[in-house]
């Protein structure tokens, strides 16, 4: 006879196996979004309409600078510790066993709005790259529906 032990843990195993499934389908999601974000983007430029609405959401173009760490093998190349940097710049605060590449770039985006620019220490270490991004926010429809409501009540 199984135990009540044994049965949990076979449930657990289950939810483990889950865990992975909806692990792998948010990654495929996230690159399925990303890629039909970028098509959208391009379209945008191309189309020269640089926002939209559709069902009830406002969608725009926006233009955003990201930072990144540069691989190590680039840091090696120039003989350089990316903590190191970081440290030395005043971002130690940052370091939690790793940078999470969102903390970075906000901490980045930070100095170059007070100084205007990265000191050249840390330009060293992370990539600046543009990126075209879509904002989604709930839309103000409320003036076309009330007009909407008018006009039913006009022909009604």
Do not use: W
């Not at 709005?113 to 060293?124: D, T």
């Amino acid at each position: 006879m199984e135990s009540v032990l044994d049965m949990k843990v076979r449930e657990y195993q289950k939810i483990l196996e889950r865990k992975e499934e909806l692990a792998k389908a948010t990654k495929e999601n996230n690159q399925a979004r990303e890629e039909l974000e970028q098509e959208i983007c391009r379209m945008m430029v191309d189309e020269e309409k640089p926002s939209t609405v559709v069902d009830g959401y406002s969608y725009s173009l926006q233009q955003k600078t990201e930072y990144s760490k540069l691989g190590e093998d680039k840091l090696a190349e120039k003989g350089l510790d990316f903590l190191d940097v970081l440290r030395e710049q005043g971002l130690g605060h940052i370091i939690v066993e790793k940078v999470e590449p969102k903390v970075l770039s906000g901490a980045c985006k930070g100095i170059v709005e007070e100084n205007g620019e990265l000191p050249e220490e840390l330009a060293e270490v992370v990539s600046v790259y543009e990126k075209l991004a879509i904002s989604r926010r709930k839309a103000n429809t409320g003036a076309l529906n009330r007009a909407k409501a008018m006009r039913a009540g006009e022909e009604g």
